[in-house]
């Protein structure tokens, strides 16, 4: 596993120091361990992508950590596939297939 702190550490403190002293970047410096869902939110946090969704779309990896957190999220705050899907940039099927192969772990 690539140690995401030292990595995001240097890449922020050469490129985007003005964002060093952010609450995310903190709170993400702060744990050794990350799952692939909080280095998404860092790097769409430091970089702001709102351009080439689909581009990057094909590159997201999600663990099982990050799947049933998303998963109980949606359950306790009683949301649908289709806001879960654009919250997190998904696809509907996607959600629903989670929901499927994980139904009885939740």
């Known amino acids: 596993m690539p140690n995401y702190t030292t ?21 993400f410096f702060s744990r050794s361990e990350h799952t ?3 280095v998404i939110q860092i790097n769409n946090f ?14 997201k990896a999600y663990d099982k950590e990050s799947i049933f957190k998303i998963l109980k999220y949606q359950k306790a705050n009683s949301l649908s596939n289709t806001y ?19 139904a009885d772990q939740l």
């Open 7 to 27: 990595i995001y550490r240097d890449l922020i403190t050469d490129k985007f120091p003005d964002k060093l002293n952010a609450s995310e970047i903190k709170k």
């Open 36 to 38: 692939n869902l909080e």
């Open 46 to 59: 430091i970089y702001n992508h709102r351009s080439n969704i689909s581009e990057n779309q094909k590159l």
């Open 84 to 102: 879960i899907s654009i919250q997190y940039k998904l696809s509907r099927n996607t959600v629903a297939q989670w929901k499927k192969w994980f």
